[in-house]
């Protein structure tokens, strides 16, 4: 399974806003974005610089895929079938990173960031309609049930979570019974249930070019 092994705090002062790529860390005192908010390497003026209007594209592409966990190749595929569409590309593209199995599960809070959610999934925790998927970009539909397997919920992680999840709120597409870990697509994302912040617009005008 091919990812970013770039350090995550170095993504987060890369493209100079927080990621949220650490989870509970990233609300912390620690996060890298509060106690150095410039651009990682070597350098005198930390000051950062105005951009080209291909450098403001380029950066929001970034941003995107450091967000969601995605390397280029399949981030050119998904704009790729989003152009296929007769709808916004920008808002396809976010549905379809919204609905890739790891992001749901994150989204479900049964893992603090998205990386994690990765490692969950690839380690055979998660169960789509009782059967095993351990493919993290994996696309959910809608009524997929997604779930604990049940010899995991044995482990300390799993019985801990139920606490965890007492004052976690999902987006309105998902559903989630937080005794029995046990969550369910209903409907497709809207653009209010996805990160704001994005300028989508940018990142198809970088592959429009």
Known sequence: MARNLDPKCKQ???EGKKLFLKGERCYTQKCAMIKKAYPPGMHRDKRRRGASEYGLQLREKQKVKRIYGVLERQFNKYFKEASQKKENIGEVILRFLEMRFDNVVYR?????????????????HFLINNKRVNVASYRVKINDIIS????????KYF???????????VPSWLSLDKD???GKVVALPKKE?????????????????
């Open 12 to 14: 987060c002062r890369r």
């Open 108 to 124: 479900l809070g049964f893992a603090s960031s998205r990386s994690q959610a990765r490692q969950l999934v690839s380690h055979n």
């Open 148 to 155: 604990v397997k049940k010899s995991s919920l044995n482990q």
């Open 159 to 169: 019985k801990d979570l139920k606490g965890t999840l007492k004052n976690h709120q």
């Open 180 to 182: 029995k870990l046990k």
């Open 193 to 209: 249930d996805i990160e704001s912040a994005l300028e989508m617009q940018l990142v198809v005008e970088y592959y429009s070019r």
